[in-house]
């Protein structure tokens, strides 16, 4: 399951449970069209607290999906997860996407201030990593 919103600084997209291939690629079509009227620039909040890990062929269609923010406008980008191996999965995709500069890893399950934490790297560029 998937999910795109616009808030005050972008875009939220959530993922949760098993995201196979044609629904990984519904959301890059449904994010095509969303990015089309997208501002210059912009900020994004990845809630994946409830995602499964992805196979290879569902790698490559999320790092498909990372490029098209990214080349739309995305400045900044905070990833909310609670397992350390999606963690470790979404890290090694935002390298091999180009967009790890971008991108901060906020641990739902250890920050209890995440959304916070999140929206303040997004909006004001304050670095999640430099608050520990």
């Known amino acids: 399951m998937y999910n795109i919103e616009q808030t005050r600084f972008g875009y939220q997209i959530t ?42 062929d569902e790698q490559e269609l999320m ?6 923010y990214r080349k739309a406008g995305m400045v900044r980008s905070a990833v909310i997860l609670e397992s350390a191996v999606l963690t470790l999965q979404f890290q090694r995709l935002a390298k091999e996407s180009g967009i790890y500069d971008w991108e901060r890893y906020i641990n739902a399950s250890d920050e ?21």
């Not at 900020?43 to 499964?52: H, N």
């Not at 790092?63 to 098209?68: D, M, P």
């Not at 209890?112 to 520990?132: F, K, M, Q, S, T």
């Open 112 to 132: 209890p201030n995440w959304r916070e934490h999140a929206e303040e790297w997004l909006i004001e560029g304050v670095d999640p990593d430099y608050r520990r």
């Open 63 to 68: 790092r498909e999906g990372q490029q098209l």
């Open 15 to 56: 993922f949760a449970g098993n995201m196979d291939e044609a629904e990984l690629r519904e959301w890059i079509a449904d994010s095509r069209s969303v990015l089309e009227s997208s501002p210059e620039t912009f900020g994004i909040l990845v809630d994946m607290r409830e995602l499964r890990l992805l196979d290879d």
